[in-house]
């Protein structure tokens, strides 16, 4: 019986130093985002698709014309969070690990990618985020801020 208890109290020792993660803490993401960015529209939408994956688009129109488009997903896979961007120019998505989180503020990273190597989101307030971008573009370090307000 000794055996059996020793064995029950490891499992949940296991258990409790292993919690299932979860994009709750991330809720904040969700909704359509707007931002100018010298004379352009900025926007991101991101949507709740289950409990482990959220969907995002993002696009920069200039007049009626869209100068630039990105779709998204933050998700669980495996025990990490991950930020995937599918932009136009890579040939597959590129995934960025979460390294850094804190109540409204994320940070996810892809060190052997160029541009962007870390992408980091702020909440200032419910609606007002903050995306910032950046990395090494031709030899030189590239940063780029998108401030952002809730339309919806």
């Known amino acids: 019986m000794n055996k059996l ?5 490891l499992i949940l020792l296991f258990f409790s130093c292993h919690p299932d993660k979860s994009l709750d803490d991330f ?7 707007k931002g100018t960015m010298q004379e ?15 969907s995002g688009d993002g696009f ?6 869209t100068l630039f488009h990105e779709s998204t997903k933050l998700k669980l896979q495996g025990n990490d969070i991950v ?19 804190k109540k409204n503020k994320a940070i996810f ?6 541009f962007p190597k870390i992408i980091t989101y702020y909440l200032i307030s419910p609606d007002s985020l903050i995306a910032v ?7 030189k370090h590239r940063k780029e801020e998108f401030h952002f307000k809730k339309i919806n």
Request: charged letters at 25%.
């Open 60 to 65: 920069v129109l200039s007049d009626k014309d």
């Open 27 to 33: 809720k904040w993401f969700i909704g359509n985002w």
């Open 83 to 101: 930020y995937i961007a599918t932009v136009p120019g890579n040939p597959a998505p590129v995934s960025y690990k979460l390294t850094s989180q």
């Open 109 to 114: 990273e892809n060190p052997a990618h160029d």
């Open 5 to 9: 208890i020793q064995g029950l109290l």
């Open 40 to 54: 352009m529209e900025v926007h991101e939408t991101w949507i709740k698709e289950n409990e482990k994956s959220f």
């Open 133 to 139: 971008v950046e990395g090494d573009e031709d030899g």
